[in-house]
């Protein structure tokens, strides 16, 4: 059921239009919707798509877009976060299209920063820094390194592989052309769906701007948050990325394309495991090193990191004890030596 306003035959085609996918999240609206109607960029839409929400979400969302013109509201009962953001693409009319966390906010602002700097560079994708906003202790670090973001100008994700470092939907827009030329969708169905879009846009862009600021505000800590993977979702991510290098293999003939995305597919599935349902971890552990084994990564890698080359061959070459027990004694060194710093 789609809201009357967005039948209207008014609605005129803005610069960007924001997706926001909306599930249970009552309490965080009015933050989240207010920081986007309180953008610096007047020609933008906002589309709520309601995905079955029964804690009161969807009646707040057409209470409030009775008083702001520029926001949209759907309902989309069928499927996951991918599906409602899908549902969004179909009646999205913004040159770019960016996509909100309906838990998160953004700085006034993001959209004209992030619109005015593709426009400048001429490119199908922008890209600007996040910032942790953490439930108990408020604002954190910044998700990338400033040098990740800091220069200017555009470039394809050959020259710059380490924006596939970060595969967060949040910090970017994306131009409506790239998205409907390369038929760009959401797999419905699965969580982890988002790296699957953004990586399928990135290698098919010619051009990305980055924006070192942290423009968007990405909160940590909420309980229910689909950061945390339950039951056999927690496996979905092998699904994902099984989908991501069929999809490179076949549209894509650059070698160093491929390299990139198994590097990548480390970094994700070593990333996931923390996030696995403690039910689920050794199943997830033994087609992780069944995966690492057959990547067969060289010792010159332009994405991972030493630590994470390290866990990769742990991975690799022990078992899943072995691999927890290091896990641990990681953690405890990096809390002491956290305490050492803060004791001086």
Same mark, same amino acid.
């Given at each position: &059921?789609?809201?009357?306003?967005?039948?209207?035959?008014?609605?005129?085609?803005?610069?960007?239009?924001?997706?926001?996918?909306?599930?249970?999240? $009552?309490?965080? %609206?009015?933050?989240?919707?207010?920081? %986007?109607?309180?953008?610096?960029?007047? +020609?933008?839409?906002?589309?709520?798509?309601?995905?079955?929400?029964?804690?009161?979400?969807?009646?707040?969302?057409?209470?409030?877009?009775?008083?702001?013109?520029?926001?949209?509201?759907?309902?989309?009962?069928?499927?996951?976060?991918?599906?409602?953001?899908?549902?969004?693409?179909?009646?999205?009319?913004?040159?770019?299209?960016?996509?909100?966390?309906?838990?998160?906010?953004?700085?006034?602002?993001?959209?004209?920063? &992030?619109?005015?700097?593709?426009?400048?560079?001429?490119?199908?994708?922008?890209?600007?820094?996040?910032?942790?906003?953490? &439930?108990?202790?408020?604002?954190?670090?910044?998700? %990338?390194?400033?040098?990740?973001?800091?220069?200017?100008?555009?470039?394809?994700?050959?020259?710059?592989?380490?924006?596939?470092?970060?595969?967060?939907?949040?910090?970017?827009?994306?131009?409506?052309?790239?998205?409907?030329?390369?038929?760009?969708?959401?797999?419905?169905?699965?969580?982890?769906?988002?790296?699957?879009?953004?990586?399928?846009?990135?290698?098919?862009?010619?051009?990305?701007?980055?924006?070192?600021?942290?423009?968007?505000?990405?909160?940590?800590?909420?309980?229910?948050?689909?950061?945390?993977?339950?039951?056999?979702?927690?496996?979905?991510?092998?699904?994902?990325?099984?989908?991501?290098?069929?999809?490179?293999?076949?549209?894509?003939?650059?070698?160093?394309?491929? +390299?990139?995305?198994?590097?990548?597919?480390?970094?994700?599935?070593?990333?996931?495991?923390?996030?696995?349902?403690?039910?689920?971890?050794?199943?997830?552990?033994?087609?992780? $090193?069944?995966?690492?084994?057959?990547?067969?990564?060289?010792?010159?890698?332009?994405?991972?990191?030493?630590?994470?080359?390290?866990?990769?061959?742990?991975?690799?070459?022990?078992?899943?004890?072995?691999?927890? &027990?290091?896990?641990?004694?990681?953690?405890?060194?990096?809390?002491?030596?956290?305490?050492?710093?803060?004791?001086?």
């Amino acid at each position: &059921m789609v809201n009357a306003k967005l039948e209207q035959n008014k609605r005129h085609e803005p610069a960007v239009s924001v997706i926001v996918p909306v599930f249970n999240t $009552k309490k965080y %609206l009015q933050e989240c919707l207010d920081s %986007l109607v309180a953008q610096t960029l007047q +020609e933008i839409e906002v589309i709520c798509v309601d995905n079955g929400s029964t804690d009161g979400s969807y009646e707040f969302l057409v209470d409030y877009a009775k008083v702001h013109e520029n926001i949209f509201v759907m309902k989309h009962t069928e499927g996951r976060q991918g599906g409602a953001r899908n549902a969004g693409l179909e009646v999205a009319k913004g040159s770019y299209i960016g996509f909100v966390d309906s838990d998160d906010f953004v700085s006034p602002d993001m959209f004209r920063t &992030m619109y005015e700097t593709a426009e400048a560079n001429a490119a199908q994708v922008a890209v600007c820094n996040i910032q942790y906003f953490h &439930m108990d202790s408020g604002y954190g670090r910044s998700a %990338l390194p400033r040098s990740v973001l800091d220069a200017p100008g555009a470039a394809s994700i050959q020259q710059k592989p380490k924006l596939l470092s970060n595969l967060t939907i949040c910090n970017k827009i994306f131009s409506r052309r790239l998205i409907d030329r390369y038929e760009i969708r959401f797999p419905q169905g699965y969580y982890h769906e988002d790296q699957f879009f953004v990586i399928v846009a990135l290698t098919k862009a010619e051009r990305i701007s980055t924006i070192p600021a942290s423009l968007y505000f990405y909160r940590k800590g909420r309980q229910g948050s689909v950061s945390e993977y339950r039951g056999p979702d927690s496996l979905h991510i092998f699904s994902v990325m099984e989908m991501i290098e069929h999809y490179i293999a076949h549209s894509q003939g650059d070698s160093q394309l491929k +390299e990139i995305i198994s590097e990548v597919k480390v970094q994700r599935l070593l990333q996931a495991y923390r996030l696995t349902d403690p039910a689920h971890r050794r199943s997830f552990f033994a087609e992780m $090193k069944k995966q690492f084994q057959a990547a067969g990564l060289g010792d010159s890698c332009q994405l991972l990191s030493r630590p994470e080359w390290r866990e990769y061959q742990i991975v690799r070459r022990s078992g899943y004890l072995i691999y927890n &027990m290091y896990l641990t004694t990681r953690a405890r060194y990096g809390k002491l030596r956290e305490y050492v710093v803060h004791a001086k």
